[in-house]
């Protein structure tokens, strides 16, 4: 399986609704502390629009309602891993990915055989607190051996400025929040990135 090398982060549907047109591929709807049924709907209406887009949208977190939804693709962390139920994200034919944060997270994740490996936070984030220090490039370098033949994904503090520094040691894919969604120009800012990654895709 290939990822696109542009994987945007998103809390909203609108963002998709505005995003996503512009020509991005891979998606991610991370949405926290909302109704079950107002993620419904935003899956739903996240769904309907990367399908016309041909953008493939993967579901954090909330893998039961993904299932329920038709969704093909979840991103679990460690926690949320711990508490789902692998076998029925499988059965229901849903590809998973999984974030990493140090050797013993990388363990967990290569025994759930995911279809690909998140290592974050690359650079410091503003998005969250993180109590893991930025692993820096050499460890992106480190996963790439481990993590080999997945697709290994980098998050945390990205910027067009660093994307081919990922992409050099090993990465396959760069996600990103803030970059784009605090950018005084998200279109604009989306399109760069579109275009910065090209060269990777
Ligand atoms: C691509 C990607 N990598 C890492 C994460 C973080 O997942 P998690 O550790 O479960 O934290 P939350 O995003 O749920 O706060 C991610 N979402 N996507
Ligand atoms: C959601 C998330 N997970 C991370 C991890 O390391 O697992 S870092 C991160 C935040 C990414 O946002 P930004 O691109 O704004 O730094
Ligand atoms: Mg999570």
Same mark, same amino acid.
């Given at each position: 399986m290939t990822l696109d090398p542009f994987y945007l982060i998103v809390d909203s549907a609108r963002w998709?609704?505005?995003?996503?047109?512009?020509?991005?591929?891979?998606?991610?709807?991370? @949405?926290? !502390?909302? =109704?079950? !049924?107002?993620i419904r709907n935003q899956i739903r @209406?996240?769904? =309907? @629009?990367?399908?016309?887009?041909?953008?493939?949208?993967?579901?954090?977190?909330?893998w039961r309602l993904a299932i329920? !939804?038709?969704?093909?693709?979840?991103?679990?962390?460690? !926690?949320d891993l711990a508490e789902?139920?692998?076998?029925? @994200?499988?059965a229901a034919g849903l590809k998973l990915g999984l974030s990493t944060h140090d050797e013993a997270e990388l363990e967990a994740a290569l025994a759930a055989a995911p279809d690909y490996v998140a290592l974050g936070p690359i650079y410091p984030t503003i998005l969250k607190k993180m109590k893991w220090a930025p692993q820096g490039l050499a460890r992106l370098s480190a996963w790439r051996e481990r993590v080999h033949?997945?697709?290994?994904v980098a998050i945390g503090g990205l910027n067009p400025e660093r994307?081919?520094?990922?992409?050099?040691?090993?990465?396959? =894919?760069?996600?990103?929040?803030?970059?784009?969604?605090?950018n005084a120009d998200p279109e604009a800012r989306t399109r760069e990135w579109i275009r910065k990654t090209e060269a990777w895709r």
């Open positions: 998709i609704e505005r995003l996503v047109p512009l020509g991005v591929k891979l998606v991610q709807l991370r @949405i926290k !502390e909302r =109704s079950d !049924e107002d @209406i996240a769904k =309907s @629009i990367c399908t016309a887009h041909r953008c493939q949208l993967i579901v954090n977190d909330f329920e !939804e038709g969704c093909d693709f979840v991103h679990l962390g460690q !926690e789902a139920d692998l076998g029925a @994200i499988r033949p997945l697709p290994l994307i081919d520094g990922v992409f050099a040691h090993g990465a396959d =894919s760069a996600a990103v929040v803030t970059d784009i969604t605090l």
